[in-house]
């Protein structure tokens, strides 16, 4: 059974960068396409970005384009959500994912996902 455990959030300034790491046990996740979604208090959960199972293809939410950058390391079974340039409403409970349904995909859709890590909280503050 994939396991994921993200890690990396905290509590950063207005402009300030934060690397996410979702560490994967139990399987490898090189044949997994792998996605990072978060969720605000009192919002629905959205898509962030992913990264297909190669790293050959990446897909961001339109809001993050430019500030953000998912990465993987299949030798670390690791993938990685570099995030820049932070701004307030970027604060939430991010998750990572896993699927292996159209792993060549970078899927945006939170129910392609079998697998999701227990989330890690990024706060940003004014």
């Known amino acids: 059974q994939l396991q994921l455990v993200e890690s990396g959030g905290g509590l950063v300034q207005t402009g300030g960068s934060l690397r996410l790491s979702c560490a994967a046990s139990?399987?490898?996740?090189?044949?997994?396409?792998m996605g990072w979604f978060r969720q605000a208090p009192g919002k629905e959960r959205e898509f962030v970005a992913a990264?297909?199972?190669?790293?050959?293809?990446?897909n961001y939410l339109d809001s993050v384009k430019g500030r953000f950058s998912i990465s993987r390391d299949n030798a670390k079974n690791t993938v990685y959500l570099q995030m820049n340039s932070l701004k307030p409403e970027d604060t939430a409970v991010y998750y990572c994912?896993?699927?292996?349904?159209?792993?060549?995909?970078?899927?945006?859709?939170?129910?392609?996902?079998?697998?999701w890590g227990q989330g890690t909280q990024v706060t940003v503050s004014l």
């Open positions: 139990g399987r490898t996740l090189s044949s997994y396409a």
């Open positions: 990264i297909t199972w190669s790293g050959g293809g990446t």
């Open positions: 994912a896993a699927e292996n349904h159209v792993p060549w995909q970078a899927s945006t859709s939170d129910y392609e996902y079998d697998h």
